[in-house]
């Protein structure tokens, strides 16, 4: 039995009818982790969570005027709000523990459906109340639901910014005695006899008791001393009222228990170490000493922002150490956890994320995304710890390399929309390998069209290169006017048609790059070449180069990668360089001559001297007002990167610390800004990083 779903109704930010609920989050029977940005819900989602069932450890929650919906347009706040629970996968036992309130699903399966009611009342005497009701059933024929079965649905609950140290101390409201009571070894056991820890207070209590009463001091007693004075406090009618005793504790086990406190034998310990005692306390709650086959109901256990306090390994072994709870007791647990943590999600299997955004909540499992087996396994290698700051951003920006991610965000500040204030990840990929990504936003049909949910909002932006080299580099390289390429998945097909390969096999990310023999193409393809073959093969993907060649060759590339993406409903743009490459593209921009400076101080140490500066002198001269007079120039400074003398992510590192300087001289800034918003060679750039920040901008502004 699990927490299928909730569904929130006028709760919090959640607005709302019942029909179409303001949320409804759907979990995984095992492990859930929401991620999101923050006020995106999570805690009103686990909140929600806690209205409903209850705590083991029966924390007391009061009911506030900001659980109720406030309508902003209106300016109040709703007067009643609802919270809806779906179990299933019920076994028999649990079917009879809740047989009057059980429904089933369309195949006949148990399920439960449970739903708090909260309204803002009056009574006769004018006085405003809230009032709560806990039902279950159908709607339309729910009844209430008794205190035993609410038992068997209460929650283990870990709250946030956990204060361990003031947690695991004696009071009047220790947690820790709740944490206690609520253990097996407290459990009522319905008999006659007193728990042992009972006995053992009264016990103490007797010796103590007996200490204060002996004669150690030749007829007088402590106690006696202090009867003998109370005694004249009172009249003679009264005198019982002095007798009096010393005990150490009330023997109720309650109040033995709120006298308890927890530490380890270590003394100082850090607020990491102090929060891993107390969880492991809190885990206790797991009901994980109880025989087996005695267990009803959900094991559903909440913890709010389970790094806090934690260095990155710890919050590790945490995860660890849940996930490997849920193997020793045979997947009875539900974990629902909440996490700020890009290293923690990093370590946990994508299907248990959560995405929580703009009011609605995505998993990210298989029955809800188009990501397929091998895709998740790709994603639990490669989402490191910088790559899943995706699922905390307002926006994204998927880059192939170094070069983009350091100056994307340079970029973002000259035209006056820096990225991080506008919450804004740019995610180096590492490649081209862009697809699997945009599978994690993008919906499955059965979200779509059978649930009828929304698909996900977050605005993405894809930059990566054109890779059809310019005729420039042909008429310098002197090299021969042919290439072997294949453009299209079309163009694939027909090649395949002669080989013993199917589209399976082959490695599409290799449509459109250029090989200068055939063999080379067949191998990065993937695709055997033999005699019988490779003459029709060679016809196929042999093209001559011309000027002509190379803009149908930009234009079918630049179709082709917009098409491969246009099947996903991710809120998606792909910006392809118009020209070769990012940086051959900043050759022929505004930004030329930044960039060659940054060549020459990356490539030499004495870049402005003797023959460094003769050369940089001559292709500076061909830079006139900010702009490269035509391609062969653009070449010329772009060759150190292309022939790898210099290291393309230093010169985009030093480029990007230059234009940061510009960005500090206002006039400068300004001049240069208004330049680039309509420069063709840049144009992809500023597109994706308009569309990542979702803001509209003037036609005359920008070129799109």
Known sequence: ???????????????????????????????NVLVGENDSGKTAIIDSIRYLL?????????????????????????????????????????????????????????????????????????????????LAGDRNFETRLDSKARDILKTTYLKPLRDANSELKPGLRSRLANILKAHPTFKDTGDDNEHKLVLAMQEANTKVENFFEEDYTK???????????????????EQSKS?????????????????????TLDINLGLGNQNLLFIATELLLLNKFINEQEIIGPQITLIEEIEAHLHTQAQIRLIKYLEGELEKTQNRNQFILTSHSTNLVSSIDPKNIILVHKNSAYPLSENYTMLEEQDYNFLERFLDSTKSNLFFAKGLIFVEGESEMLLLPALANLIDYPLHKYGISIVNIGGTSFERYIKLFSRSDFWKNEMQYPSIKTPISI????????????????????????????????????CEESIEDINLNCLGAEYSTLEKLAKNFSFSLKESNRDIINQLTNKEITPEKISELSTEKITSIESKYSMYDANLKVCVSPKWTLEYCIALSPLVEVLL????????????????????DALMSQITERYIVNEMAA?????????????????????AIKLNEISKKPEEKVALKDIIMKDQSLNYLIESILHATSLETREDEVLL
Request: a negative charge; one cysteine or more; aromatic letters at 14%.
């Open 1 to 31: 039995m699990y927490l299928r779903s909730i569904s929130l109704i006028n709760f919090r930010q959640f607005d709302g009818t019942v029909d179409k609920p303001g949320i409804t989050i759907f979990f995984n029977p095992n492990f």
């Open 54 to 134: 209850g705590s083991v450890s029966e924390d007391f929650d009061r009911i506030s005027q900001d659980d109720f919906y406030y309508r902003q347009s209106e300016d109040y706040y709703v007067d009643n709000f609802s919270i809806e629970g779906q179990f299933i996968d019920l076994n028999e036992k649990e079917a009879g523990a809740f047989l009057e309130w059980l429904s089933f699903d369309e195949e006949n399966n148990y399920q439960l459906n449970v739903s708090l009611r909260v309204e803002k009342r009056k009574n006769d005497n004018g006085q405003e109340f809230i009032e709560k009701k806990l």
């Open 219 to 237: 007829g007088h007693s402590l106690i006696k001393d202090i009867e003998d004075i109370l005694g004249d406090f009172y009249d003679q009618a």
């Open 243 to 263: 007798k009096s005793k010393f005990s150490v504790s009330k023997t109720d086990l309650i109040s033995i228990l709120r006298k308890l406190s927890l530490s």
């Open 463 to 498: 930059v990566t290169d054109l890779d059809v080299k310019p005729w420039s580099y042909y008429e310098k390289e002197g090299t021969t006017k042919t290439t072997f390429i294949i453009s299209t998945e079309e163009e694939l097909k027909k090649v395949l048609e002669h």
């Open 597 to 616: 400076r940054s060549i020459f101080e990356m490539q030499y140490k004495k870049p402005y001297q003797g023959k460094n500066k003769v050369s940089f």
């Open 635 to 655: 070449y010329e400074i772009f060759k150190p990167l292309n022939d790898k003398n210099v290291s393309k992510a230093e010169v985009a590192q030093c480029l």
